[in-house]
């Protein structure tokens, strides 16, 4: 009976972790997220950032440091919670995509029962760490509106993408397992593709049919076009590697010693009825004590740590007198709940999280330049934030690093920003043109933020957002220095913001700054290599302004532009223009 | 000796592709007047139809078991209306109009300038409107269709990376949108055929992009040119936003400077103010006087 429960654990961990892959290959073309504009959502569909708001951790951090309630987060978040509530750390041991990744690992890598329980000092960092992240979520955050004065003592940071498992994990897959799962699938659909060359398909109908069907299964199942590279994709993979690899000291030290969530969800579990209850046939032979995962059960074998224990129902399993049992009174009962966390450490995990926050203010770029109501970092010209993104303070107080707006990215722009933007910002998402332009008829990222670091917007939305500028460095550029026919930023740019100056007879370009909202179309299409003649600077983001105020902007200065029947082409359909107006509060989106 | 013509034959059987679209320049030269059909009437697949039925039918440029590519204007990501990419209808019915005539296998491809290429082909409807038709869409052909193809008459390109499909094809037609366009003025035919070549860049970047364009249809001509003139693009072009005017025309014929005069006349220009089309003529590539040509309307 015990090891079918055991076998229906397993079963379950492998399903929420195919779940978790699966969700994660959809974002960027289910209907859900409005990739590219394709028609509007009407009712409830499965989210596919499922796992990140499902995660009371990110939910609490985010809650806590906007200082907002946000529903959306907080539907998926509760049952989490009540879960935990009632059986425990049974998220950790049947749900937790990190926990089922590090179980295989394990698994693969033959570590079977290490030894008795971990030394508790090891046991307890993980408590500590969660004192550090509260404090880093409880301290003074970043006011929505930049315009008050307080804006620079802000001290709010968003520490928990270092260590949620959840964001951990998508990080991961999005910066280092994507692209070689994409050239792998996109290798074998070009060698289908090549068809029209191959002599062999002519002859057989039937051979191109089954090629061709396999091609657009193929083409469905990843992004067509590239696959998508990114920055710090092995850095993240070494620490993905790292974290299982501490597997060879004790199984799950990650989960036993170092994950927040872990802890959040154990101390949750103290007030769960479920208990486990060891009979008098214990023999004493301590199976229990070294199969136990999570070390959770003490020396005495008949006690066990009520904050550790996963349920994955090992011990109950193996235990050769089936002395192990479910119960519900206390008093039977072995379980220790008390957290024995030494008040030394607590004030030095606060301490820790102080510093956490304190730390990056003190990096130079923490210095914000003051023009006006304009608040920007020195460090910033390429710290182009995506459309939709809050302006800078809140952005990187809210913004937890999980990497879905990167996965989602139809045109591989973002970026986890390194070195723009300082110490605070690495790992947020940054616009670099040059990899790719943000598409004028895509609204991807809005959809896809957990946290609402980058606030949904609609296609027709989008055309007043100002991410920044584009310059022409007319040193480089072809036309203005040597003459030459081009203008091929001007093809590229959607908005018109590029205008010609016309010296006899050759045109050479010259932005518009009213109208250029910033893109990087013309970054990215412009033949001078390796980095372009025409540069988008970060310089023309007004995120300080409202959205009604940069419309207002845009159309004064393109009166008639983007309206009417001549440039119908990027109109939002009007249902889903109508939901984002109706939203009950700014940023919610069901 | 025979060797040495079982060679030059089989060299010449590899390269029957390259012939048969090089055999259109003597045809254009022998000819006296070319001619050029302009419909009016109808919706568009009517317009299409009675424009390349006038010119004696689909059965004249495309033979039973032939292998037909179709090069519209699908390079920007723009809806139908805005008059950016070829109409899908116009598109569609050319499609139709092969397969009817008895074509083995229907191709539609460009190399768009914006991105991603799916939602290139799929925004501007001639994904969809192509396949049903029974047309295979390519939009952004991996560089291995590309095949290296020498321009002997260039005078600044010299060679490039042409898609290998059109150098192949038994019928290739050129199906551009008449606009207007930032740098080189105008964008008809001529400048259509840059979506047929990997690197565009060079273009740009050599010492003339219009000389470029002239070499280039020296080498590359199409069988059949059908221009979409339904809706223009007369500001801000290649890819707008900017003013529209609906003329609801379709012109079809065969010598590509003289569609490309006509395309530039519907704009509001004079064909000897662009520069690309004056270079063309030099090259002798067809004839740039409307007057020495014959506009048929249906």
Not at chain 1, 168 to 194: E, M
Not at chain 1, 295 to 305: N, S
Not at chain 2, 83 to 92: F, K, L, S
Not at chain 2, 111 to 136: F, H
């Amino acid at each position: 009976m015990h090891s079918r429960v055991r076998r229906l654990r397993r079963l379950s961990q492998i399903a929420f972790l195919t779940g978790f892959l699966v969700l994660f290959g959809f974002a960027g073309r289910s209907p859900t997220l409005h990739s590219l504009g394709d028609g509007a959502a009407s009712g409830w569909r499965l989210p596919v950032d499922l796992f990140l708001r499902a995660d009371p951790l990110l939910a609490l951090s985010a809650m806590l440091s906007l200082r907002q309630m946000l529903l959306p987060l907080l539907w998926y978040a509760l049952p989490v919670v009540v879960l935990s509530l009632l059986l425990g750390r049974v998220f950790c041991g049947w749900v937790c995509p990190m926990g089922t990744a590090i179980d295989l690992c394990e698994r693969i890598g033959g570590i079977r029962g290490r030894g008795p329980a971990q030394a508790p000092p090891w046991r307890r960092v993980k408590f500590y760490l969660l004192v550090a992240l509260l404090l880093t979520m409880l301290l003074p955050a970043a006011h929505r509106s930049p315009r008050e004065p307080s804006l620079s003592q802000s001290l709010g940071l968003s520490a928990v993408y270092l260590v949620d498992p959840i964001a951990l994990l998508t990080r991961t897959l999005t910066l280092s397992g994507v692209a070689p799962a994409q050239w792998t699938i996109t290798f074998a659909r070009d060698v289908n593709l090549v068809w029209t060359a191959a002599p062999l398909v002519e002859k057989r109908p039937w051979l191109e049919a089954a090629l061709r069907r396999v091609g657009s299964g193929l083409e469905w199942l990843v992004r067509p076009d590239s696959p998508p590279y990114f920055r710090l994709g092995l850095l993240s993979f070494a620490i993905f590697l790292g974290i299982v690899a501490l597997g060879g000291f004790a199984r799950r030290f990650w989960c036993r010693n170092l994950c927040p969530l872990g802890a959040l969800l154990g101390v949750l579990g103290k007030l769960s009825p479920l208990r486990l209850r060891v009979s008098d046939k214990c023999t004493r032979c301590l199976r229990c004590v070294n199969e136990c995962k999570m070390g959770a059960i003490l020396p005495d074998p008949k006690q066990y740590r009520g904050p550790e224990c996963i349920w994955c129902y090992t011990c109950l399993a193996v235990c050769p007198e089936k002395a192990i049992s479910v119960i519900v009174r206390p008093a039977e009962s072995g379980r220790q709940d008390g957290l024995d966390l030494e008040r030394r450490r607590v004030l030095e995990g606060m301490g820790i999280g102080l510093a956490a926050v304190l730390l990056p203010k003190v990096d130079w770029t923490a210095k914000r330049t003051q023009a006006g109501e304009k608040v920007l970092k020195l460090s910033s010209e390429r710290l182009i934030r995506p459309p939709g993104a809050l302006p800078e303070d809140a952005f990187v107080t809210a913004c937890v690093r999980c990497g879905e707006c990167m996965k989602v990215c139809s045109t591989n722009t973002l970026q986890p920003a390194f070195g723009e933007g300082g110490l605070e910002a690495v790992g947020t998402p940054v616009l670099v043109p040059r990899m790719g332009p943000c598409a004028e008829s895509c609204v991807a990222c809005g959809q896809a933020c957990p946290t609402r670091a980058i606030q949904p917007f609609g296609m027709e939305e989008k055309q007043h957002l100002f991410l920044g500028t584009a310059n022409v460095d007319r040193s480089k550029c072809i036309a203005w220095s040597y003459g030459r026919q081009c203008m091929v930023c001007d093809e590229a740019c959607p908005y018109d913001a590029i205008q010609a100056d016309i010296l006899h007879g050759l045109p050479r370009p010259v932005v518009d700054d009213r109208v250029c909202v910033g893109c990087g179309e013309c970054e990215f299409r412009c033949p001078v290599e390796p980095r372009g003649a025409i540069r988008v600077s970060a310089s023309g983001d007004k995120r300080h302004l409202s959205r009604a105020d940069q419309r207002a902007l845009r159309e004064a200065a393109s009166p008639g532009a983007k309206t009417g029947e001549e440039n119908a082409g990027s109109e939002a359909p009007a249902a889903e223009q109508d939901m984002i107006d109706k939203a009950p509060y700014p940023g919610a989106y069901p | 000796m025979r060797a040495l013509a079982a060679g030059a034959g089989a060299y010449a059987a590899t390269q029957a592709g390259l012939l048969s679209l090089l055999s259109g320049v003597a045809e254009a030269a022998s000819s006296s007047r070319p001619t050029i059909v302009v419909a009016s009437k109808g919706d568009i697949p009517g317009r299409v139809r009675a424009a390349v039925q006038a010119l004696g039918g689909m059965g004249k440029f495309v033979k039973r078991g032939g292998m037909v590519v179709i090069k519209p204007n699908m390079a920007w990501l723009r809806k139908p209306e805005t008059g950016a990419n070829t109409h899908p209808e116009v598109v569609a019915e050319l499609v139709r109009l092969c397969r009817a005539a008895g074509a083995r296998a229907v191709t539609v491809v460009d190399n768009p300038v914006d991105g991603p290429a799916s939602r290139v082909a799929s925004m501007s409807g001639i994904r969809e409107a192509a396949e049903k038709a029974g047309a295979k869409v390519m939009c952004a052909p991996p560089p291995a269709m590309y095949e290296r193809n020498q321009i002997k008459r260039g005078k600044v390109l010299k060679q490039t990376d042409t898609l290998r499909d059109i150098l192949r094809a038994d019928a290739f037609i050129n199906v551009p949108v008449a606009k207007v366009h930032g740098s080189t003025k105008a964008t008809a035919g001529l400048k259509n055929l840059m979506g047929t070549v990997l690197d565009r860049g060079a273009w740009h970047q050599s010492d003339s992009l219009d000389q470029c364009i002239a070499d280039y249809a020296t080498q590359v001509r199409p069988h059949l040119i059908v221009l979409d003139a339904t809706r223009v693009l007369l500001t801000n072009g290649p890819k707008g936003p900017g003013r529209t005017k609906d003329l609801n025309l379709i012109a079809a014929g065969t010598d590509p400077l003289a569609m490309d005069a006509y395309a530039v006349q519907l704009l509001e220009m004079r064909p000897e103010d662009i520069g690309h089309l004056q270079r063309a003529r030099e090259l002798g590539v067809g004839e740039l006087d409307l007057s020495r040509v014959n506009i048929k309307r249906v």
